[in-house]
């Protein structure tokens, strides 16, 4: 039997374990290699702890080497044991929210050439030769300017790696609008309402119409372990975050089941959502 491997490129940490946390753990407990490519240490990121206030980037600027730490309790949550970032630790720095000055530091993903950064992304794709590759959609998401130069840089290095290794099929996360509806509805009465102020579940910017979703990965086995991970990244992810208020009100859905837009590559069970990436 082959081995299954499967890559994700990721911004920052916590962003691996927000949109696909469960569907890591899910296959690394089933036996497959799970990598995980990081493409910053997140410096910019808000600090949610106030004790460590002082690590901010307009201080000590030390978010970043705490956020490392934050990383590995995570994943070990997860269950997941290879993890890199691209270039090396530090290579790329967090670049802030679009049309901030940070995007302008000449250490920001959001200048690096595509092309170096890519041909540093093909060396790892070359050498754990995956199946599957995750990744963001064109938009980053929701815009976030590393998101978007890590959609760009991934589908780069798949092109330039594709002469030794062709991935099979590439995949980004998203939300199916039912599922948000779901819950805008549902929360709109509601003190705790982690849709507060959205009236058109469309003006969400990581919605996506059902019937384009190409996969619905099961993985509410793990939706604890991705709790645990969300509590790894202490300073980023807030305990009252939409995810946990939905899942304390709607189930193990909104944690332990995850959507993606398949991107390349064939489906492979003949179902209108396949439940399997490797199908």
């Given at each position: 039997?082959?081995?299954?491997?499967?890559?994700?490129?990721?911004?920052?940490?916590?962003?691996?374990?927000?949109?696909?946390?469960?569907?890591?753990?899910?296959?690394?407990?089933?036996?497959?290699?799970?990598?995980?490519?990081?493409?910053?240490?997140?410096?910019?990121?808000?600090?949610?702890?106030?004790?460590?206030?002082?690590?901010?980037?307009?201080?000590?600027?030390?978010?970043g080497g705490?956020?490392?730490?934050?990383?590995?309790?995570?994943?070990?949550a997860l269950g997941v044991t290879d993890q890199r970032f691209l270039g090396g630790t530090g290579r790329y720095r967090d670049s802030?929210?679009?049309?901030?000055?940070?995007?302008?530091?000449?250490?920001?993903?959001?200048?690096?050439?595509?092309?170096?950064?890519?041909?540093?992304?093909?060396?790892?794709?070359?050498?754990?030769?995956?199946?599957?590759?995750?990744?963001?959609?064109?938009?980053?998401?929701?815009?976030?300017?590393?998101?978007?130069?890590?959609?760009?840089?991934?589908?780069?290095?798949?092109?330039?790696?594709?002469?030794v290794w062709r991935v099979e099929k590439v995949y980004f996360p998203s939300e199916p609008r039912s599922l948000l509806a779901r819950g805008i509805e549902q929360f709109a009465t509601s003190k705790e309402n982690p849709f507060e102020g959205v009236r058109d579940v469309d003006a969400l910017p990581f919605v996506t119409p059902d019937e384009k979703l190409g996969a619905r990965i099961d993985a509410s086995a793990y939706a604890l372990a991705k709790q645990a991970a969300m509590r790894a990244h202490a300073t980023q992810v807030d305990p009252g975050t939409w995810l946990h208020v939905l899942a304390e009100n709607l189930g193990v859905e909104p944690v332990g089941v995850e959507y993606f837009i398949r991107a390349v590559g064939e489906g492979g069970n003949g179902t209108a959502w396949e439940d399997d990436l490797f199908a």
């Open positions: 039997m082959i081995a299954r491997r499967l890559l994700l490129v990721h911004a920052h940490p916590d962003d691996e374990t927000i949109t696909c946390g469960a569907t890591m753990a899910k296959y690394a407990a089933e036996g497959a290699h799970v990598t995980l490519v990081t493409c910053t240490l997140g410096e910019e990121g808000e600090i949610l702890v106030p004790s460590l206030a002082g690590l901010a980037a307009d201080q000590a600027d030390q978010l705490y956020r490392i730490s934050e990383l590995h309790r995570a994943l070990e802030g929210m679009m049309g901030t000055p940070q995007n302008d530091h000449p250490r920001a993903f959001w200048r690096a050439s595509v092309d170096v950064a890519a041909a540093e992304l093909a060396s790892i794709l070359v050498e754990v030769r995956p199946q599957v590759v995750i990744t963001y959609d064109p938009d980053g998401l929701y815009g976030h300017p590393d998101h978007i130069q890590a959609h760009r840089v991934t589908m780069r290095a798949i092109e330039l790696a594709a002469d």
